[in-house]
């Protein structure tokens, strides 16, 4: 079975930093590509950044592109975000999924909440 | 505001049939898979279908998908309360390397 557990958020003041991290098990890991989406209260979904699982890419929307770094661990079965100069906007849960495979993303971890504020 | 175009919300009473519309353009739905996703009150969301018009083993073939040019259409038969909760189109452009959605639509079950 498919689990991804997510840690690391919290309240952080703006231009703050966290590190999320995200367990991954019940599949081979590192064959896969992982992404990040999060969801500001009351508000829809909003792709965030994945890293490929073949090519070691690296892909951010522009929203957060220069200030959050994605990055894995095959040897933990584990993806990161690193989210820096955090704004209020960033306020959100903020999923692991696993794919994008076949364009969707199918699974996705319970989330963990970052808040931004003073 | 979103990449993809959805109904806020939509309405239905228990045991009849809702469809829930995704539109695009010609940039990303056009010529992408589309994949539906629903989220329960307080959860995560699932994957209901991917591939435009493919479940995923575990969802019901109550769910259903299909796509015509610039648009997609979840089809949701049967309606159960248990069916309340937000649905999400969305898909990933292979050619921009970005994941885009639609802004959700609730659907209550009267």
């Known amino acids: 079975e498919v689990q991804l557990l997510e840690s690391g958020g919290g309240l952080v003041q703006p231009g703050g930093s966290l590190r999320l991290s995200c367990a991954a098990s019940?599949?081979?890991?590192?064959?896969?590509?992982m992404s990040w989406v999060r969801q500001a209260p009351g508000k829809g979904l909003e792709w965030v950044a994945t890293f490929s699982g073949n090519i070691l890419n690296s892909y951010y929307a522009d929203s957060v592109k220069g200030r959050f770094s994605i990055s894995r661990d095959n040897s933990k079965n584990t993806l990161y975000l690193q989210v820096s100069s955090l704004r209020p906007e960033d306020t959100a849960v903020y999923f692991c999924?696993?794919?994008?495979?076949?364009?969707?993303?199918?699974?996705w971890g319970q989330g963990t909440l970052v808040t931004v504020s003073s | 505001q979103s990449v993809l175009t959805q109904p806020p919300s939509v309405s239905a009473a228990p045991g009849q049939e809702v469809t829930i519309s995704c539109s695009g353009s010609?940039?990303?739905?056009?010529?992408?898979?589309v994949a539906w996703y629903q989220q329960l009150p307080g959860t995560a969301p699932k994957l209901l279908i991917y591939e435009n018009n493919k479940r995923p083993s575990g969802i019901p073939d109550r769910f259903s998908g299909s796509e015509s040019g610039t648009s997609a259409t979840l089809g949701i038969t049967g309606l159960q309360t248990g069916d309340e909760a937000f649905y999400y189109c969305?898909?990933?452009?292979?050619?921009?390397?970005?994941?885009?959605f639609g802004g959700g639509t609730k659907l209550t079950v009267l």
């Open positions: 019940g599949f081979t890991f590192s064959s896969y590509t």
């Open positions: 010609s940039s990303n739905i056009g010529n992408k898979y």
């Open positions: 969305g898909t990933w452009d292979r050619s921009l390397s970005v994941g885009v």
């Open positions: 999924a696993k794919g994008p495979v076949a364009d969707a993303f199918d699974h």
